[in-house]
Every structure is written in structure tokens, then in C-alpha cells.
């Protein structure tokens, strides 16, 4: 890995957390908790079986963006990277987006406000939109890479599929915000609201650096696991 790396495998955990708080997410998902004490990175991956090297990767290209990836995609655990990639589409299927659809319900009254009801539907139709790409990657894509990490090569497949059609799903969500700015009901709980919003922002932000790691690590890496079978198969 680049020497220039922003954090290392020798740095505190604690100290990437204290640098930037976005990192619990990241923790969380490869499945690290907290207690950690004053350990090293290396060693709180080592004691939860977690690739050190992959975790770096993903918070490095997270912190300082994909001019941090030259060769990264030779040194990534591609099961740990799937298994990142689906606590995430967890985290926010299962937790985030209910969470702002509760808040919301409880700052509007959808049952007397034409733009309350307008702001739930927008928000739902987003949430769709979101399950609907997150059900691909698992149904479709994931299991693809799963039978590629087993030697199986389907033919039917390759990733470039994937990468083609791989849309940003925030044209709804941006609509959703504007209507709450310009429109806001006026008889919304304007705390919970605005709370509500803020975590629209935080999510927005999330999933889009989401979807980066999908398009600069996940698919180079994937089309890099393909090269090799072909190679293999010659």
C-alpha cells in the first residue's frame, strides 16, 4: 500500500475515529465494535478476523477520495469487501431509512396537509428506489462474485453489466429536500422536521460515498478477479 496512505496499520484505531467520526460506519460494517481500547488498527482486525489491509483501503479512499487506489484492487479481500457491502445495504435498509420515515410521521400530520401527505409519498418512492438497487446487487451481483470466488465463471454476467447500469438513486431525495425547504408545512414540528432533514442530508451523503466504493474499489477489483480467471482458463 501507498506509503502516503493517510492511516496505517499502525495507527491507533481510536485516533481515525477522533479524526473523523464518519468512521464508526465503516467500523460497524466490517464488523467492529467498540471497547477497542488503545489498540492498533492491525490489532483490532486481527482480534475480529477482519482484513486489515481491505479495512485501510475502504477508509483511506473514504477520508482522501479514489487518487489514493493504485493498486489497491490487488491487495483487497473480496469476501470482506462483499460482506462491508451488505451491512451497508443493511444499515440503510433496515435502520436509516426507517428511522427518517419515523421521524418524519411524527413532525407532519400526512392526514391534514396536501404537501405533509406529498413529502411521505416522495420519501417512500425514494426508499423503492434505494431497496430496488440494493436488491440487485445482492440477488444478481453478489452471488456473481460468489460463484467467481468459488472458480465457477458464469458466462451470462460479467461486472462491466453491473457498472453500466449502476445509477446514482438520489434524483428523488433531491426533490424530497426541496420540498421540506420550500414548502415546510406549517404546523410540522419544526425541531423534528429539521432533525428529519439533517439525517436526509447524512444518509444522501452516505449512500453516494457508497456507491463510490462500489464503482472505484468493488468493480476494479471484480474486473480484476475476471482477468484472472480467463487467464487461467487459457
Avoid: W
Wanted: aromatic share 10%; proline share 2%.
Amino acid at each position: 500500500m501507498d506509503n502516503l496512505q493517510k492511516y496505517k496499520s499502525t495507527d491507533k484505531m481510536i485516533d481515525l475515529i477522533s479524526d473523523d467520526y464518519s468512521l464508526l460506519q465503516v467500523m460497524s460494517r466490517f464488523g467492529l465494535s467498540l471497547g477497542f481500547g488503545d489498540k492498533t488498527v492491525k490489532e483490532v482486525c486481527e482480534q475480529n478476523s477482519v482484513d486489515c489491509q481491505t479495512f485501510l483501503i475502504v477508509v483511506n479512499f473514504i477520508t482522501e477520495g479514489f487518487s489514493r487506489l493504485n493498486g489497491d484492487k490487488d491487495n483487497i479481500s473480496i469476501p470482506g469487501l462483499i460482506d462491508y457491502l451488505r451491512q451497508a445495504h443493511s444499515y440503510f435498509l433496515d435502520f436509516s431509512l426507517p428511522a427518517i420515515r419515523r421521524k418524519l410521521i411524527e413532525a407532519i400530520d400526512c392526514s391534514q396537509d396536501d404537501v405533509a401527505f406529498l413529502i411521505l409519498k416522495f420519501f417512500d418512492e425514494y426508499t423503492r428506489e434505494v431497496r430496488k438497487h440494493m436488491d440487485y446487487e445482492e440477488k444478481t451481483v453478489f452471488k456473481y462474485v460468489d460463484a467467481l470466488i468459488a472458480g465457477n465463471a458464469p458466462k451470462n454476467y460479467q461486472i462491466s453489466t453491473f457498472s453500466k447500469h449502476h445509477d446514482q438513486v438520489g434524483e428523488k431525495l433531491t426533490e424530497l429536500k426541496n420540498i421540506i425547504i420550500k414548502y415546510c408545512p406549517a404546523k410540522a414540528n419544526e425541531n423534528l422536521l429539521n432533525a428529519a432533514l439533517f439525517d436526509i442530508y447524512a444518509c444522501e451523503a452516505g449512500l453516494e460515498s457508497h456507491c463510490k466504493v462500489e464503482d472505484y474499489i468493488f468493480v476494479p477489483a471484480i474486473l480484476n478477479l475476471e482477468r484472472r480467471i480467463r487467464e487461467n482458463e487459457k
